[in-house]
């Protein structure tokens, strides 16, 4: 594996760095925001909406509940460290790489705005909102882990978690729709009290939960997120840890009162979210890198917040979001130790580190509060993560039981491994100095995770809240300690004795990691991703070769697609009563001998050999539809039509007049050597591709025209409109007024147009 962009040169660079005000301040910013959000939820949040699209039913809907101030604190506070962190590190690691300071304008901007829209995607109430803040993170994400953008792996790495995230992101857009066509509104709070079981309501609760486990990297879509590491570590401990893929599990928290309408969907999420477990613990076993196997873990991590969603009902709805909290401060935390070693080291990989303990012990003893937190040990919050999550499993049956054991022995076993390795044993790389910003953040975080530990109301109003919201009913969360058999004690130290073994036998666990890693390689989702990525790279060659070959190739590549479609959609769709006949009146005696006229005009203009026939032909097809306009009471457009037909008729001609004549000496030498090879061929493709074209065009104007929609038009408008603006003809008053800015627009492209093509005229280089 190729070293990590985190390693560079260990040490101080020899000159003093300049002081980093810009992340200072995106920090200020954020502390800030975790005030407010604080304030907010402490005052009992509260709500705004502001028409966005009234004519459906759109609305700029932001509701401040328990659901959005656990993910906006969790977005903010973290950020506030994350942030502080990160300009000691960002500051080190632009040195190392010898690039400029300036380069941090590069960086905070996507981080505010990441945070920014983290709290927007929490409070959002639309389904439509949620979709476009569950973008604006992809984005933000994209440009954060491309910000090495000269290392080829961040930028394959920004790529692959762009395409996973934003593709799937369209199964959430899909899914609105489905029920917006069944219930008219994109709502939240609406489409919960209106929606049923149903077809509708389980294709487009599955089409959500798609984009929500692709988000969070859940199997099997979850390998962007290990490739993510290229990224800075305060990318990694921020987006990586507590907010990017917490997006996903957020959605899935604001959506669960749908789901619950679709049993086959949240059992699907169940299994997917136990998979997820599964894989990540086992991968994080054997991983070498120090951010390999905390990204893993985060895999693993947020599959058990997927399985509580999967189990549903109050306990679990409750214990999911405890679990995202206690999860966010030490996973954070755990990433800025391996940030800090790597820094102090210059190395990332645990087989090249060791004994950091005697040499850092603060850090480590933070590390090892972090640590102790994930594993789910006692006096840390993250006990009670575990013991919410034994109870919630342990009520859903046996199976879940002995699969929550499973998965918490496999968190034990690999955080263990990972602060062993890296604290204890012989030193490998004798550390440097390094800030001393890039250390306390750390241990903020520990004592966060201490504090929560040994009074866990801090986080357990703050989770029964949330909790609430999911459930759409409330939630009581009584977390402690209580020393008897209960079945969340007993499955504690199932899970601590299990997770010691395999930390102790490093054989084992190291075989087996090795094992599983060699059968993901093999058959896994990367393999699938890395071939169908190649395929569409060299599909897309392919029909671009062709496209770009003439241009009848290119109009085809428009036309040809457009007919497949509509023919898709003619067989999908029921037509019975779609098309209609209706009877010949007075004028269309008239008006039909003009269309056939337009008819074999056209022909005639497809047919034509000689330029100037062409171009009368083509005049033919314009003046004829000029007389259609006028035969159907519209003079006005007739006479606009007659002018600007009459006008590109002579503009035609003039340039024909210009281009060589037929009997030229280049002409001449193609017409001796014969037919060009392949015409005919090519003449029966494009008759085969204007034909579809066409019938594709006939048949939709046909069925528009046959069962026209029954919503107002906006003719009535403009037309009532129209004396306001100071005008007695609609289509003036239109181009003018209504859309003046579209046409001093449109007449400044002609513009640009006309003086390139005289420009080239005069040199002499269109021909």
Same mark, same amino acid.
């Given at each position: 594996m190729a070293k990590s962009p985190d390693a560079g040169a260990p040490g101080e660079p020899s000159r003093r760095l300049p002081a980093d005000w810009l992340g200072w301040s995106s920090a200020a910013f954020a502390l800030v925001g975790f005030g407010v959000c604080w304030a907010g939820w402490r005052s009992g949040g509260g709500s705004a909406s502001l028409p966005w699209v009234p004519s459906l039913d759109m609305h700029l809907h932001f509701t401040y509940d328990g659901l959005a101030a656990l993910y906006s604190m969790l977005a903010c506070g973290i950020g506030a460290l994350v942030f502080a962190y990160g300009t000691g590190y960002l500051s080190l690691h632009l040195a190392h790489q010898h690039r400029p300071a300036r380069q941090r304008w590069?960086? +905070?901007? +996507?981080? $505010?705005?990441?945070?920014?829209?983290?709290?927007?995607?929490?409070?959002?109430?639309?389904?439509?909102?949620?979709?476009?803040?569950?973008?604006?993170?992809?984005i933000c994400s994209y440009f954060l882990i491309a910000f090495d953008k000269d290392e080829a792996p961040a930028r394959r790495a920004a790529l692959m978690a762009l395409l996973i995230t934003v593709a799937s992101a369209?199964?959430?857009?899909?899914?609105?729709? #489905?029920?917006?066509?069944?219930?008219?509104?994109?709502?939240?709070?609406?489409?919960?009290?209106?929606?049923?079981?149903?077809?509708?309501? =389980?294709?487009?609760?599955?089409?959500?939960?798609?984009?929500? #486990?692709?988000?969070?990297?859940?199997?099997?879509?979850?390998? +962007?997120?290990?490739?993510?590491?290229?990224?800075?570590?305060p990318v990694s401990a921020y987006l990586h840890s507590a907010a990017m893929v917490a997006a996903g599990v957020l959605v899935l928290g604001r959506v669960h009162p749908l789901l619950m309408h679709s049993r086959p969907v949240l059992t699907a999420v169940l299994v997917v979210g136990a998979a997820s477990v599964v894989v990540g613990g086992i991968s994080a076993l054997g991983q070498d890198v120090l951010k390999q196997v905390l990204a893993y873990s985060t895999i693993s991590q947020y599959g058990y917040v997927v399985m509580l969603y999967g189990?549903?009902?109050?306990?679990?709805?409750?214990?999911?979001?405890?679990?995202?909290?206690?999860?966010?401060?030490?996973?954070?935390?755990?990433?800025? =130790?391996?940030?800090?070693?790597?820094?102090?080291?210059?190395?990332?990989?645990?087989?090249?580190?060791?004994?950091?303990?005697?040499?850092?012990?603060?850090?480590? $003893?933070?590390?090892?509060?972090?640590?102790a937190n994930l594993a789910g040990l006692p006096l840390t919050v993250g006990f009670f993560k575990d013991e919410l999550y034994f109870e919630a499993a342990a009520g859903a049956g046996r199976l879940l039981t002995v699969g929550a054991v499973l998965a918490a022995a496999l968190t034990l076993a690999y955080i263990g491994r990972f602060w062993v390795l890296l604290f204890l044993g012989p030193t490998r790389t004798e550390p440097h100095r390094i800030p001393r910003v890039l250390t306390w953040p750390v241990m903020v975080l520990a004592g966060i995770g201490v504090a929560g530990g040994l009074v866990p109301q801090l986080f357990s109003r703050l989770a029964a809240d949330a909790g609430s919201v999911t459930n759409a009913s409330p939630v009581s969360l009584t977390p402690g300690y209580h020393f008897d058999a209960r079945a969340g004690n007993l499955m504690a130290l199932c899970a601590w004795t299990l997770g010691a073994v395999l930390l102790a036998l490093p054989r084992v666990r190291d075989g087996l990691s090795r094992a599983w890693t060699r059968v993901g390689g093999r058959f896994g989702p990367l393999r699938i991703y890395t071939r169908s990525l190649r395929a569409l790279s060299r599909l897309s060659a392919a029909i671009h070769d062709r496209e770009v070959r003439d241009l009848r190739s290119s109009v085809a590549a428009v036309l040809v697609p457009a007919g497949l479609l509509t023919g898709v959609v003619f067989v999908l769709t029921p037509i019975r009563g779609a098309y209609s006949i209706g009877s010949i009146g007075d004028v269309d005696w008239l008006i039909l001998p003009l269309l056939g006229l337009v008819i074999i005009a056209t022909l005639a203009v497809a047919r034509a050999s000689a330029r100037v026939g062409m171009v009368l032909a083509l005049s033919v097809v314009g003046f004829g539809l000029a007389a259609v306009y006028a035969l159907f009471g519209a003079p006005d457009i007739a006479l606009v039509a007659v002018v600007v037909e009459t006008m590109i008729t002579l503009v035609f001609i003039g340039a024909l007049a210009r281009l060589p004549r037929p009997g030229a000496a280049g002409e001449l030498e193609v017409r001796a050597g014969g037919p060009e090879p392949g015409a005919p061929r090519r003449h029966q493709r494009n008759l085969a591709a204007g034909g579809l074209a066409g019938l594709a065009a006939f048949v939709s104007v046909w069925g528009f025209?046959?069962?026209p929609s029954a919503a107002p038009s906006v003719s009535e408008e403009y037309l009532r409109r129209t004396p306001s603006a100071h005008g007695l003809d609609a289509v003036t008053v239109i181009i003018t007024d209504f859309r003046g800015l579209d046409t001093l627009a449109e007449i400044t492209v002609l513009l640009v147009a006309v003086v390139g093509v005289a420009a080239l005229l005069r040199k002499g280089k269109l021909w």
């Open positions: 590069r960086f +905070w901007p +996507w981080m $505010v705005l990441f945070a920014v829209s983290m709290v927007g995607l929490a409070t959002a109430q639309d389904l439509v909102l949620l979709f476009v803040f569950f973008d604006v993170t992809a369209v199964a959430l857009l899909i899914g609105a729709l #489905l029920l917006y066509a069944r219930y008219h509104t994109f709502s939240l709070p609406v489409l919960i009290e209106r929606v049923e079981s149903g077809p509708t309501t =389980t294709a487009a609760a599955a089409l959500i939960a798609v984009a929500a #486990l692709a988000k969070s990297a859940q199997v099997p879509l979850h390998f +962007w997120l290990p490739k993510a590491m290229a990224a800075p570590t189990i549903g009902g109050r306990l679990a709805a409750g214990a999911a979001a405890f679990y995202v909290l206690a999860h966010g401060v030490a996973k954070s935390a755990l990433f800025m =130790t391996a940030g800090a070693a790597t820094m102090a080291t210059g190395e990332d990989r645990l087989s090249r580190l060791g004994g950091l303990g005697r040499r850092r012990p603060a850090l480590a $003893v933070a590390a090892a509060l972090a640590a025209l046959s069962a």
